[in-house]
């Protein structure tokens, strides 16, 4: 079962930015769907950005246009680039995978990494 190890959360203040990384420790990293999930104190987890083994992509309407979601297949890592941060941006984020190749989705979860934005 493949593991995902995040890294580069932290504090920034508003309009600042922030990039984070998730490696997968797998050798199949090139068929999984990789996906950044957000989880503020007191709300439900939401899906922020996704993308496919094609390097396809999709965003949810509270980042598009800020945020970046990219990956590396040689590296077997992906990342978030987040700009223009805002207040409403602070949350634990979450990256997680699934194998496109299996029968059924089984989505595997990031330890999670703090992101703060506040000045």
């Known amino acids: 079962q493949v593991q995902l190890v995040e890294s580069g959360g932290g504090s920034v203040q508003p309009g600042g930015s922030l990039r984070l990384s998730c490696k997968a420790l797998t050798s199949s990293f090139a068929f999984y769907v990789m996906e950044w999930y957000r989880q503020a104190p007191g709300k439900m987890r939401e899906v922020v950005a996704t993308?496919?083994?094609?390097?396809?992509?999709n965003y949810a309407d509270s980042v598009k246009g800020r945020f970046t979601i990219s990956r590396d297949n040689s590296k077997s890592t992906v990342y978030l680039q987040m700009n223009s941060l805002k207040p409403d941006d602070t949350a634990v984020y979450y990256c997680?995978?699934?194998?496109?190749?299996?029968?059924?989705?089984?989505?595997?979860w990031g330890q999670g990494t703090q992101v703060t934005v506040s000045s």
């Open positions: 997680s995978a699934y194998d496109l190749r299996a029968r059924d989705r089984y989505n595997v």
């Open positions: 993308v496919n083994p094609g390097s396809g992509t």
